[in-house]
Nanobody, 117 residues
Framework: QVQLVESGGGSVQPGGSLRLSCAAS??????????MGWYRQAAGKQRELVAR???????NYADSVKGRFAISRDNAKNTVYLQMNSLKPEDTAVYYC?????????WGRGTQVTVSS
């Protein structure tokens, strides 16, 4: 089984920064070669892609976060990060870590990010 454990969420004022982390593990498996990403789901809305990174470090971002957020990964630690800068109230959501492997998408439990003055 794949386990994804997120950390780093919290409350911040507009314009502030947060860094999310997601540690991946798999029983008997290697997780550092698969695409990982961050999605978010705001109240009453569908879950949407925020950023995604392949093991080659190729990235893609939602238009709404380009230039403000940066995704990175440490393959030696099986960990993916999301640096979020210039946060806006509309970034408020539960952020979920994902890993795509063996034809499936695995999810973490999510971490709340609240941007409010």
């Amino acid at each position: 089984q794949v386990q994804l454990v997120e950390s780093g969420g919290g409350s911040v004022q507009p314009g502030g920064s947060l860094r999310l982390s997601c540690a991946a593990s798999a029983s008997g498996g290697i997780t550092n070669i698969y695409p990982m990403g961050w999605y978010r789901q705001a109240a009453g809305k569908q879950r949407e892609l925020v950023a995604r990174i392949r093991n080659t470090a190729t990235t893609n971002y939602a238009d709404s976060v380009k230039g403000r957020f940066a995704i990175s990964r440490d393959n030696a630690k099986n960990t993916v990060y999301l640096q979020m800068n210039s946060l806006k109230p509309e970034d408020t959501a539960v952020y979920y870590c994902s890993l795509e492997a063996w034809g499936l998408t695995y999810w973490g439990r999510g971490t709340q990010v609240t941007v409010s003055s």
